[in-house]
């Protein structure tokens, strides 16, 4: 006895794969849903250290103010862009954005040691007494000066002419080396 009826089979045949091509449409969702949640929770500091790890040319702009190299450190709130021009201290917990202006496609850097944080940045450069400039939304143009103290919420900049500027650091983009 012959059970096999092509209508059946055709049938059978259509039913798994609809049932075949729900399943993928459903894993699908899923896998979508997983990476966007990881998306979710990256944070700007693992932004820059991806950007860093592969070694893209990066643009920073913040506070009236735009640059454009290489991420060498990241960590915490801070990462650091080296430019043809200068050594650029970004602070990421302030007004500030990245982007991608050319994909590497070899290169790159591991992590190294150096500042954990924006503040503990700013207390180096206090203690080396080095010439910088402020970038900050809280000034109408860059501040050049040296920092002469860092605070819990804020650094005072000692300018050529010895006036003192009290800056938020939440209000502070960037700090140059030149």
């Known amino acids: 006895m012959d059970w096999s009826d092509p209508e059946f089979d055709e049938l059978g045949s259509e039913l798994r794969r609809q049932v075949g091509g729900e399943f993928r449409l459903e894993a699908e969702a899923v896998e979508e849903d997983a990476a966007k949640i990881t998306l979710r929770r990256r944070t700007l500091t693992d932004i820059a250290l991806e950007l860093m790890n592969r070694g893209d040319e990066v643009g920073a702009t913040g506070a009236g103010a735009s640059f454009s190299g290489v991420i060498t450190h990241a960590a915490g709130d801070l990462a650091i862009l080296e430019t043809p ?32 944080s924006y503040r503990s940045r700013m207390l180096e450069l206090e203690i080396s007494g080095e010439f910088v400039e402020i970038v900050s939304s809280a000034t109408t143009e860059p501040l050049p000066g040296r920092i002469t103290v860092v605070g819990t919420d804020h650094l005072v900049l000692e300018d050529r002419d010895r006036t003192q500027w009290f800056i938020p650091l939440s209000a502070i983009a960037f700090t140059l080396q030149r």
């Open 85 to 116: 021009h200068s050594l650029v201290s970004i602070n990421l917990a302030g007004p500030v954005s990245l982007r991608v202006l050319r994909r590497a496609h070899e290169g790159g850097r591991g992590r190294a040691n150096g500042s954990q």
